[in-house]
């Protein structure tokens, strides 16, 4: 069993900078995947970025690249999401996703969530 608790989302002006954390806790952290989605209002969940238990694998959406960096560090249990470069197109509650074995776009993948923190991008 795994618990995520998600923070750093706020209100930031397009071209800004946001530094998401997700906290976990449970024993099997390390043995899974990690995950970033968002949704926004009146959308469907969507994949942002992935990371492997190693932090050796990542993937991101095209619409981060170059934009977002995931990272984790297993022994905090905690994976981060850096977002630099934000536009309004951004604006969603962040959610962080654990319970896969391998990086996968796929939410349905991610047994695990946490409540999201909200990210508001102005233009």
């Known amino acids: 069993q795994v618990q995520l608790v998600e923070s750093g989302g706020g209100l930031v002006q397009a071209g800004g900078s946001l530094s998401l954390s997700c906290a976990a806790s449970g024993r099997t952290f390390s043995n899974y995947a990690m995950g970033w989605f968002r949704q926004a209002p009146g959308r469907e969940r969507e994949f942002v970025a992935a990371i492997s238990w190693t932090g050796g694998n990542i993937e991101y959406a095209d619409s981060v690249k170059g934009r977002f960096t995931i990272s984790r560090d297993n022994a905090k249990k905690k994976v981060y999401l850096q977002m630099n470069v934000l536009k309004p197109e951004d604006t969603a509650v962040y959610y962080c996703?654990?319970?896969?074995?391998?990086?996968?776009?796929?939410?349905?993948?991610?047994?695990?969530w946490g409540q999201g923190t909200q990210v508001t991008v102005s233009s």
């Open positions: 996703g654990a319970g896969s074995l391998f990086i996968t776009a796929q939410a349905r993948a991610y047994r695990y």
